[in-house]
């Protein structure tokens, strides 16, 4: 097992350059594959061509340097930390760095980087080579100038030095630079010379945020924009039947009334899924506003009739479910080592738990939204995504247009979680100015947010192990989730090698509530319901739980199976500093210390929850958090995304819970729905493990674990054993010790 | 429709509105000044919260008809240059994620160290509980609304 993965970028030819007419550098390069041989970066700087080139960079004649990035923010830091990566190779201050978000471009989608906690991770590398590339470049044109060789010259912060003393700026060389040959091998930095990787930056729109900028999909405006309200089916499982609109459209800024899904079911029965309850091919009336008010006033008027055209569930038909099908036998086997029934059957002890979770809703602070301008000649679209690809593809199979009449702008988010992975949203947009021909901005509100969603699945698991001769012989692991949960990686995470007998199955039940991708997806849960079972096997056994972890992980080091995913000294690595920053087991009078460590999305994290009970109830009042992510590009955005982890974490573990009854969501909006607030969130002491290895994600690891920490911190006070989410709904007051 | 006439960031402004319309669409729709967010549009958010007679107020609460005459201030209007106390805090503390929310937090925080420029930690907890941070930057925003009480004091 080698303790760092290495990102597979190979030296082609993926960088190109030009003078620019209005002075100044030109680079233009692609971070996945190399530039079509009669690609061309421009002399003109507004006729930037990302359909050759993914990103750019402009170095003027005074040095400054803009960045025109393509990726887009979801508030992960990722437009901050990736131009920081060429900044650092490239060797000028940071100060005088721009960034700026290209629009994206539609033909030539392979070349596109939607931002993600694995971004970073995958273009480590190329971003290194492409600011290092550039500096040789300059250094060459000094050189050249001078006449003397390249290797008796340096470059720092901007200025090229030669033996002698004598200087120059980059800005003094970029002409020559452009026209010089593209160096085939450069050297990258050593870690330890970082001056910009490694130190705190600012959000690169901060300023915009602060003073309120229009920054996002819902700010987007264009001359002569209308609005649009969406009415959807109340329930999952209904369609609609008819509707009058009188009291509506009586509304003085109410323009239309229409009805769209044509175009929708179209596209379903071209085989695309129907992602969310919005596409679910039921016609949908539509409002037509001057305004948003208007719109939305509008809707509400809409007296709409609904029938049923599958059957409409609830909560407790989930629950019965879910639990039949653990009960049951038809599982799909994800891995399977050894032999896990002679391990039960020969087994001095065996203990069985099953844990159970709701379906969460993303509720991204902003409510979803998309602009469309659909005309005979293009479609223009604009808002937020994380998959615009996706958004122009689709686009062209509902209108039936070609995919180079589309354009995609990309604003920033307002937050991701995984919704803006689904496209539905723009589908809808497009769909309604297609109908009346004029630019028009879908707008969700809240309610419509939160109950046409698609959700983190409701998920049980049940975990069995098998403790013979004082150590654990089978572990078996059964999920049942609705829509399905689980996918390949996960049955080779942690315990995989780690016991000699273990298995993984799973079961899943396809409801017509619709479930996908949620902040961490697959393991937001499950490494909920793994770290607690631990903790209760640790207590059988009679073993120090943070022994236990670290006894075994010795083990997983024996295993050579190449699917292993996590890599045990690092998971020990975490362990270590957590349990030393926390002053674990030395916890103060009256306060409970819940222990918790998982691997996911290449990061591993080792989390201490410290909880006081206050009139029965937990408070968590601090988190310890160690990580070990690789090199810390940023650790200002970085200590952000820990954070923010953590606390979400923590409120949907405690708070997050979305019921159905005959198939309508019990919450929508934030008076139904709780997230957690200042007032319910601990401290977050946030650890580094440091390191030279390429950046893992941040986005989502340090979410996963901590609702075990804080169960099991719960569990030291009240000595109960939480295995329902959330978990606020079954903590017994009166079991309270103290 | 009728007309009405506002006082926004000392500026005077006439929009025509349906009467029942919230301060919230016509700060963003009528009058562009987007900084104003929407998150729930049932005062449970606190994304929409402007200052009105310098209090901290929810936008989507307010209706059109009830802002006629009142001094409004929002994010746009807090400072001249961005550099408000609370604004530098926040730049310095770089708390934004999303950044969705952080209008709304910004004009809670001014209004409330307006009236307590001394807080306490527990002080400062309260004040803020109104407003959601789904990124969850919470410990980003308490420390920053120290720093700013640092600055005004
Ligand atoms: S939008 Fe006004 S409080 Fe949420
Ligand atoms: S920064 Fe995203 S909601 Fe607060």
């Given at each position: 097992?080698?303790p760092?993965?290495?990102?597979?970028?190979?030296?082609?030819?993926?960088?190109?350059?030009?003078a620019?007419?209005?002075?100044?550098?030109l680079?233009?390069f692609?971070?996945?594959?190399?530039?079509?041989?009669?690609?061309?970066?421009?002399v003109?700087?507004?006729?930037l061509?990302?359909?050759?080139?993914n990103a750019f960079?402009?170095?003027?004649?005074?040095?400054?340097v803009t960045?025109?990035?393509?990726?887009?923010?979801?508030?992960?830091?990722?437009?901050?930390?990736?131009?920081?990566?060429?900044?650092?190779?490239l060797d000028?201050?940071w100060?005088?760095v721009?960034?700026q978000?290209a629009?994206?471009?539609?033909k030539?989608?392979?070349?596109q980087?939607a931002?993600?906690?694995q971004?970073?991770?995958?273009?480590?590398?190329?971003?290194?080579?492409t600011g290092?590339?550039a500096?040789?470049?300059l250094?060459?044109?000094?050189?050249?100038?001078?006449?003397?060789?390249?290797?008796?010259?340096t470059?720092?912060?901007?200025?090229?030095?030669?033996?002698?003393g004598d200087?120059?700026?980059?800005?003094?060389?970029?002409?020559?630079a452009?026209?010089?040959q593209?160096?085939?091998?450069?050297t990258?930095?050593d870690?330890?010379?970082?001056?910009?990787?490694?130190?705190?930056?600012?959000?690169?729109?901060?300023d915009?945020?602060?003073?309120g900028?229009?920054l996002?999909?819902l700010?987007?405006?264009?001359?002569?924009?209308?609005?649009?309200?969406?009415l959807?089916p109340?329930?999952?499982g209904?369609?609609?039947?008819?509707?009058?609109a009188?009291?509506?459209?009586?509304?003085?800024?109410?323009?239309?009334?229409?009805?769209?899904?044509?175009?929708?079911?179209?596209?379903?029965?071209?085989?695309y899924?129907?992602?969310?309850?919005?596409?679910?091919?039921t016609?949908?009336?539509?409002v037509?506003?001057?305004?948003?008010?208007?719109a939305?006033k509008?809707?509400?008027?809409i007296?709409?009739?609904?029938?049923d055209?599958?059957?409409?569930?609830?909560?407790?038909?989930h629950?019965?479910?879910?639990?039949?099908?653990?009960d049951?036998?038809s599982?799909?086997?994800?891995?399977?080592d050894?032999?896990?029934?002679?391990?039960?059957?020969?087994?001095d002890?065996?203990?069985?738990?099953t844990?159970?979770?709701?379906?969460?809703?993303?509720?991204t602070m902003?409510?979803m939204?998309?602009?469309?301008?659909?005309?005979?000649?293009?479609?223009h679209?604009?808002?937020?995504?994380?998959?615009?690809?996706?958004?122009?593809?689709?686009?062209?199979?509902?209108?039936?247009?070609?995919?180079?009449?589309i354009?995609?702008?990309?604003?920033?988010?307002?937050g991701?979680?995984?919704?803006?992975?689904?496209?539905?949203?723009?589908?809808?947009?497009a769909?309604?100015?297609n109908?009346?021909?004029?630019?028009?901005?879908?707008?969700?509100t809240?309610?419509d947010?939160?109950?046409?969603?698609?959700?983190?699945?409701?998920?049980?698991?049940?975990?069995?192990?098998?403790i013979?001769?004082?150590?654990?012989?089978g572990?078996?692991?059964?999920?049942?989730?609705?829509g399905?949960?689980?996918?390949?990686?996960?049955?080779?995470?942690?315990?995989?090698?780690a016991?000699?007998n273990?298995?993984?199955?799973?079961?899943?039940?396809?409801?017509?509530?619709?479930?996908g991708?949620?902040?961490a997806?697959y393991?937001?849960?499950?490494?909920n319901?793994?770290?607690?079972?631990f903790d209760?096997?640790?207590?059988l056994?009679g073993?120090?739980?943070?022994?236990?972890?670290?006894d075994?992980?010795?083990?997983?080091?024996?295993?050579?199976?190449?699917?292993?995913?996590?890599?045990?000294?690092?998971?020990?690595?975490?362990?270590?500093?957590?349990?030393e920053k926390?002053n674990?087991?030395h916890?103060?009078?009256?306060?409970y210390?819940?222990f918790?460590v998982?691997?996911?999305?290449?990061?591993?994290?080792?989390?201490?929850?410290?909880?006081?009970m206050?009139?029965?109830?937990?408070?968590?009042?601090?988190?310890?958090?160690?990580?070990?992510c690789g090199?810390v590009?940023?650790?200002?955005?970085?200590?952000?995304?820990?954070a923010?982890g953590v606390?979400?974490?923590?409120?949907?573990a405690?708070?997050?819970e979305?019921?159905f009854?005959n198939?309508?969501?019990?919450?929508n909006?934030?008076?139904?729905?709780?997230?957690?607030r200042?007032g319910?969130?601990?401290?977050?002491d946030?650890?580094?493990v440091?390191?030279?290895?390429?950046?893992t994600?941040?986005?989502e690891?340090?979410?996963?674990?901590?609702?075990?920490?804080?169960?099991?911190?719960?569990?030291?006070?009240?000595?109960?054993r939480?295995?329902?989410?959330?978990?606020?709904?079954?903590?017994?007051?009166?079991k309270?010790?103290? | 429709?009728?007309?009405f006439?506002?006082?926004?960031?000392?500026?005077?402004?006439?929009?025509?509105?349906?009467?029942?319309?919230?301060?919230?669409?016509?700060?963003r729709d009528?009058?562009?000044?987007v900084g104003?967010?929407?998150?729930?549009g049932?005062?449970?958010?606190g994304a929409?919260?402007?200052?009105?007679?310098?209090?901290?107020?929810?936008?989507?609460?307010?209706?059109?008809?009830?802002?006629e005459?009142?001094?409004?201030?929002?994010i746009?209007?807090l400072?001249?240059?961005?550099?408000?106390?609370?604004?530098?805090?926040w730049?310095?503390?770089?708390v934004p994620q999303c950044?969705?929310?952080q209008?709304?937090?910004?004009?809670?925080?001014?209004a409330?160290?307006?009236?307590?420029?001394?807080?306490?930690?527990t002080?400062?907890?309260?004040?803020?509980?109104?407003?959601?941070?789904r990124?969850?930057?919470?410990n980003?925003i308490?420390?920053?609304?120290?720093?700013?009480?640092?600055?005004?004091?």
């Amino acid at each position: 097992m080698t303790p760092s993965k290495q990102s597979n970028f190979s030296r082609r030819s993926f960088l190109k350059t030009s003078a620019l007419a209005s002075g100044g550098m030109l680079i233009g390069f692609n971070l996945f594959n190399a530039c079509k041989s009669d690609a061309k970066v421009p002399v003109d700087i507004s006729q930037l061509n990302f359909n050759d080139f993914n990103a750019f960079i402009k170095i003027s004649n005074e040095g400054k340097v803009t960045i025109f990035s393509i990726n887009p923010e979801i508030g992960q830091g990722v437009k901050t930390s990736m131009p920081m990566i060429i900044a650092e190779e490239l060797d000028v201050p940071w100060d005088d760095v721009y960034v700026q978000q290209a629009p994206l471009d539609t033909k030539n989608f392979n070349n596109q980087v939607a931002g993600g906690s694995q971004s970073i991770r995958q273009n480590w590398e190329p971003l290194r080579q492409t600011g290092a590339t550039a500096k040789q470049m300059l250094v060459n044109a000094a050189a050249a100038r001078w006449g003397v060789s390249p290797s008796e010259c340096t470059a720092k912060q901007g200025v090229i030095t030669n033996s002698k003393g004598d200087k120059l700026g980059y800005g003094d060389v970029v002409l020559e630079a452009a026209a010089m040959q593209v160096p085939e091998n450069v050297t990258l930095k050593d870690p330890k010379d970082f001056t910009i990787i490694g130190k705190g930056t600012s959000n690169v729109d901060i300023d915009g945020i602060i003073t309120g900028k229009p920054l996002f999909g819902l700010d987007y405006k264009e001359e002569g924009m209308l609005y649009a309200s969406v009415l959807r089916p109340p329930a999952f499982g209904q369609v609609l039947e008819s509707f009058d609109a009188t009291a509506a459209k009586a509304i003085p800024g109410v323009i239309d009334v229409i009805t769209i899904g044509e175009k929708a079911r179209n596209f379903l029965s071209k085989g695309y899924v129907s992602w969310t309850a919005t596409l679910s091919g039921t016609d949908k009336v539509v409002v037509i506003a001057k305004t948003t008010w208007d719109a939305i006033k509008g809707k509400k008027a809409i007296k709409a009739v609904w029938k049923d055209e599958s059957p409409l569930e609830s909560t407790e038909f989930h629950n019965k479910t879910l639990l039949d099908l653990l009960d049951g036998t038809s599982f799909k086997t994800m891995r399977s080592d050894g032999d896990i029934d002679k391990a039960f059957a020969e087994a001095d002890e065996v203990l069985e738990r099953t844990y159970e979770s709701s379906f969460l809703p993303h509720n991204t602070m902003e409510p979803m939204n998309f602009f469309a301008n659909v005309s005979a000649d293009k479609i223009h679209l604009v808002g937020p995504t994380q998959t615009p690809e996706e958004v122009a593809k689709s686009v062209a199979v509902l209108l039936d247009r070609n995919v180079d009449d589309i354009y995609v702008e990309m604003t920033r988010m307002g937050g991701g979680f995984g919704r803006r992975l689904y496209s539905d949203f723009a589908l809808e947009a497009a769909e309604i100015s297609n109908t009346i021909m004029k630019p028009v901005k879908m707008v969700s509100t809240r309610e419509d947010d939160m109950t046409t969603g698609v959700y983190r699945p409701a998920t049980k698991y049940r975990i069995k192990a098998s403790i013979k001769n004082g150590e654990i012989s089978g572990y078996q692991l059964k999920e049942a989730a609705v829509g399905g949960n689980m996918y390949g990686l996960i049955p080779n995470f942690f315990p995989a090698a780690a016991i000699s007998n273990y298995q993984v199955d799973v079961a899943n039940y396809n409801s017509n509530i619709t479930t996908g991708a949620w902040r961490a997806p697959y393991t937001n849960f499950l490494a909920n319901a793994e770290q607690s079972f631990f903790d209760e096997l640790a207590e059988l056994m009679g073993v120090d739980r943070v022994q236990l972890h670290l006894d075994l992980l010795e083990k997983a080091k024996q295993n050579l199976d190449p699917k292993i995913e996590y890599i045990p000294e690092r998971l020990q690595g975490v362990i270590k500093l957590a349990t030393e920053k926390a002053n674990w087991g030395h916890a103060k009078e009256g306060v409970y210390q819940g222990f918790s460590v998982y691997y996911c999305h290449n990061s591993h994290v080792a989390e201490v929850a410290d909880i006081v009970m206050n009139n029965g109830l937990p408070e968590v009042k601090k988190v310890t958090v160690a990580v070990d992510c690789g090199v810390v590009v940023n650790p200002l955005g970085a200590k952000n995304q820990v954070a923010g982890g953590v606390i979400d974490g923590i409120g949907h573990a405690l708070y997050g819970e979305l019921t159905f009854n005959n198939g309508i969501p019990q919450s929508n909006n934030f008076d139904t729905y709780q997230l957690i607030r200042m007032g319910q969130t601990p401290q977050v002491d946030i650890h580094f493990v440091d390191s030279d290895i390429a950046p893992t994600g941040l986005g989502e690891p340090t979410l996963p674990p901590v609702g075990a920490a804080v169960a099991n911190a719960i569990y030291k006070a009240t000595g109960q054993r939480l295995t329902k989410q959330p978990y606020i709904n079954h903590i017994k007051v009166e079991k309270i010790l103290s | 429709m009728p007309t009405f006439n506002l006082k926004i960031n000392n500026k005077a402004y006439t929009v025509e509105a349906e009467m029942d319309t919230p301060l919230l669409w016509v700060l963003r729709d009528h009058l562009n000044l987007v900084g104003t967010k929407f998150g729930c549009g049932i005062g449970q958010c606190g994304a929409c919260t402007v200052h009105v007679e310098g209090n901290a107020m929810r936008s989507c609460l307010i209706q059109v008809s009830q802002s006629e005459g009142m001094n409004i201030t929002t994010i746009e209007g807090l400072s001249e240059e961005g550099d408000h106390p609370v604004q530098q805090a926040w730049k310095e503390v770089d708390v934004p994620q999303c950044g969705y929310c952080q209008s709304g937090q910004i004009m809670t925080a001014s209004a409330f160290l307006n009236k307590n420029s001394n807080p306490s930690e527990t002080e400062i907890r309260n004040a803020m509980h109104g407003n959601i941070c789904r990124c969850a930057s919470y410990n980003s925003i308490e420390k920053a609304v120290k720093v700013a009480a640092d600055k005004i004091k």
